[in-house]
């Protein structure tokens, strides 16, 4: 079976063309609207390849407007979340990113308040997004997880509905 992601009326056939084409237009984005900022002093092909969280350090900022709202649509234009929301580019994918980072933020068993919210740290949500692109092998986990968060949701929801 294959997977095609039509994004931006181009077809991509893996997810490794679907990091390519989404880092790239990050990196494209911060240069063009961010010219001093420190992206500007590496080479693409280097960001590409970096670890996800150096992807983070340098164009962490950049990458969403820090919210408590989770709604994509009220992302500012400034950001590049918000630019591919205005821009309709990715849209499936970022649908896609805010679900793994719940998810991913779940099973790390991270403390922070609103953890699991995508738009609550700009940094944090695009070392997630590069995570879901680095690693190859851990969607069968994030899927058992998935259904683990999914009924302790469904408890929770239930135990309020009761009171």
């Not at 590409?48 to 994509?72: C, D, H, Q, V, W």
Request: proline share 4%; hydrophobic share 35%; net charge neutral.
């Amino acid at each position: 079976m294959s997977i095609n992601y039509h994004l931006k009326g181009g077809y991509f056939s893996a997810k490794e063309s679907l990091k390519y084409s989404f880092l790239k237009e990050l990196y494209d984005f911060v240069l063009r609207k961010y010219p001093h900022a420190k992206l500007k002093d590496i080479d693409f092909e280097d960001f590409f390849n970096y670890p996800p969280y150096l992807i983070g350090r340098y164009a962490g900022e950049y990458f969403l407007k820090e919210t408590s709202s989770g709604y994509p649509e009220n992302q500012s234009p400034k950001y590049f979340i918000g630019y591919c929301i205005e821009n309709q580019l990715f849209i499936d994918l970022i649908e896609e990113l805010i679900v793994f980072f719940a998810l991913w933020r779940t099973t790390e068993g991270c403390k922070e308040d609103k953890a699991e919210l995508f738009f609550a740290n700009s940094w944090a949500a695009l070392v997630d997004s590069a995570k879901y692109f680095y690693f190859k092998t851990i969607l069968p986990y994030l899927l058992y997880n998935l259904q683990l968060y999914a009924t302790k949701q469904r408890k929770q929801l239930t135990l309020q509905s009761n009171r």
